[in-house]
Nanobody, 123 residues
Framework: QVQLVESGGGSVQAGGSLRLSCAAS?????MAWFRQAPGKEREGVAG????????YYADSVKGRFTISQDNVKNTVYLQMNSLTPEDAAMYYC???????????????????WGQGTQVTVSS
């Protein structure tokens, strides 16, 4: 069992930046960030294969968000720039023991989830 603890959420104005952190209690090859806004489906926004550092992004955040890792700390980060009100959501970190490949945007591929951190963006 891997435990995930997110931090770094908060409130920013449109155009601002936030960095989310996800600390894992153990090493996993797949980690990803998902978000869910009220009344919307959960969306996978960024994923990383920690074995090689390969990164993957949803079209909605490409060029604005960056996922990165610190394997020594078993921590994954999500740097979010140029935030818009459409980015406001609860953000969740997810992890899987192996590499989930093209399923990185599928929440069902990840057995481990954090408690979520809220991101609010005001216009």
């Amino acid at each position: 069992q891997v435990q995930l603890v997110e931090s770094g959420g908060g409130s920013v104005q449109a155009g601002g930046s936030l960095r989310l952190s996800c600390a894992a209690s153990g090493y996993t090859y797949s980690m990803a960030w998902f978000r869910q806004a009220p009344g919307k489906e959960r969306e996978g926004v960024a994923g990383i294969y920690t074995g090689g550092g390969n990164t993957y992004y949803a079209d909605s955040v490409k060029g604005r968000f960056t996922i990165s890792q610190d394997n020594v700390k078993n921590t994954v980060y999500l740097q979010m720039n140029s935030l818009t009100p459409e980015d406001a959501a609860m953000y969740y970190c997810a992890a899987a023991p192996g590499w989930v490949g093209s399923n990185w945007q599928s929440g069902t591929a990840f057995p481990y989830w954090g408690q979520g951190t809220q991101v609010t963006v005001s216009s």
